[in-house]
T-cell receptor
Framework: RKEVEQDPGPFNVPEGATVAFNCTYS??????FFWYRQDCRKEPKLLMS???SGNEDGRFTAQLNRASQYISLLIRDSKLSDSATYLC????????????FGSGTQLTVLP | ETGVTQTPRHLVMGMTNKKSLKCEQH?????MYWYKQSAKKPLELMFV???????ENNSVPSRFSPECPNSSHLFLHLHTLQPEDSALYLC????????????FGPGTRLLVL
């Protein structure tokens, strides 16, 4: 089983739609979770951290379910500029400063 | 954004060549990283440096040789690479107190013929 698993997509949604991505992780002792965004042929950039209580940043909402070992990202009112690959990132225990990345979920927002 | 720069942006090399990738960060960070990103695969961490000291080497073949002369500069020396080493090589940096917040450079797209 992969350490971090994501549906690769692609997700093609119309502008204004709500879209959700899930990510599962294998190590139940993992401590920290993040979503990064990577535009086509560009570098990854931190989008948001994921907290146990869930957190929101504008149109983006991240949730963590430790019991089921999954993380979600919800994007409301999708914009064309949201088109990118979204990377789920986990900090597993016993791996100082080693983030584990998922393969990413590709999103295309269509006009 | 010019927080983390990488040169060259593109590189084509033969299997017998020796080349170096350069990374420079202007963010005052103390930790620097090399990652490899192959098509349809997750980012793979290769090396970690804290205050110029290598702290992690994730079983990377010796044909990849990192060098960190100071906290702002990181090199990846390449020699006798294989075609399967073709990938995007990303450099990142972070502050030690918030190491999980990593800032990536634009990457060097490497093709080994």
């Amino acid at each position: 089983r992969k350490e971090v698993e994501q549906d690769p997509g692609p997700f093609n949604v119309p502008e204004g739609a709500t879209v959700a991505f899930n990510c599962t992780y294998s190590n139940s002792a993992s401590q920290s979770f993040f979503w990064y965004r990577q535009d086509c042929r560009k570098e990854p950039k931190l989008l948001m951290s994921v907290y146990s209580s869930g957190n929101e940043d504008g149109r983006f909402t991240a949730q963590l379910n430790r019991a089921s070992q999954y993380i979600s990202l919800l994007i409301r009112d999708s914009k064309l500029s949201d088109s990118a690959t979204y990377l789920c990132v986990v900090f597993p225990p016993g791996s100082a400063r080693q983030l584990t990345f998922g393969s990413g979920t590709q999103l295309t927002v269509l006009p | 954004e010019t927080g983390v720069t990488q040169t060259p942006r593109h590189l084509v090399m033969g299997m017998t060549n020796k080349k170096s990738l350069k990374c420079e960060q202007h963010l005052g960070h103390n930790a620097m990283y090399w990652y490899k990103q192959s098509a349809k695969k997750p980012l793979e961490l290769m090396f970690v440096y804290n205050f110029k000291e290598q702290t992690e080497n994730n079983s990377v073949p010796s044909r990849f040789s990192p060098e960190c002369p100071n906290s702002s500069h990181l090199f990846l020396h390449l020699h006798t690479l294989q075609p399967e080493d073709s990938a995007l090589y990303l450099c990142a940096s972070s502050p030690l107190e918030a190491w999980e917040t990593q800032y990536f450079g634009p990457g060097t797209r490497l093709l080994v013929l």
